[in-house]
């Protein structure tokens, strides 16, 4: 999983590499929230992106190998499995934003070739809708693996509730899951119909409902949980 998650990281500098020899040597750097075009730049800022694309992967790497590392040194059967499960949803969360930053990097150098190409003073794409339809789609996709991430201190619903047992653990993450999927589908409904600014402020507001629902819900299995011992 991890030399794919380079794999497509990787990608994005390839891509930049072979479009900027077809690309003007000034181009659209910046726009403002209406997709003006604010500031022209070189065409090799474009780099700056892929640069970045490669630095979250290498956290992410590095994030990994410490839970793999932990699983290998781990004495007991339970620490190591909670162990191995944290690196693998590790690896789904370094891979999906590999391919959804390398994707909306493609769009991003499309747009600018074609509006340097034709002389226009606005993005040819909506980059901000863009994005919100890739968060969506990311959403979906950890939210899928969510319920299999088992109790760990990095990723899922991580409180002092669904931290409580495995039960509450499993019970709380399950919701959470729901919870962020239906964020994600919701996040894509609204950026098919609607522009970036708007679909990006409903994906805060859908990822913080989402957010605070999950923790609620937790507590309300925590004290269930007390209730029955």
Known sequence: MKRIMWFFALIPVAVTSIVLQFMPDIIPMHHDLAGNTDRWGSKMESFIFPVIIMFITLFWYLLIRVYEKKAVNAEVEKEQLEAKSAAKVLSIVGLSQAVMFGIMHYFILYSSYVQAS???????????????????????????????????????????????????????????????????????????????????????????SATIIAILYSKKVYDQEKREV
């Open 118 to 208: 034709t002389g226009g003073s606005k993005s040819t794409i909506d980059i901000a809708k863009v994005s919100c339809i890739l968060c969506g789609i990311m959403f979906v996709v950890l939210g899928n693996f969510m319920t299999k991430a088992k109790k760990n201190s990095v990723v899922g619903v991580r409180t002092v509730w669904s931290m409580h047992n495995d039960n509450t653990w499993r019970k709380s993450n399950r919701f959470g899951a729901i919870s962020i999927v239906v964020a994600g589908v919701l996040t894509i409904i609204t950026a098919a119909f609607a522009n970036g600014i708007t679909s990006t402020i409903l994906l805060l507001v859908y990822l913080l």
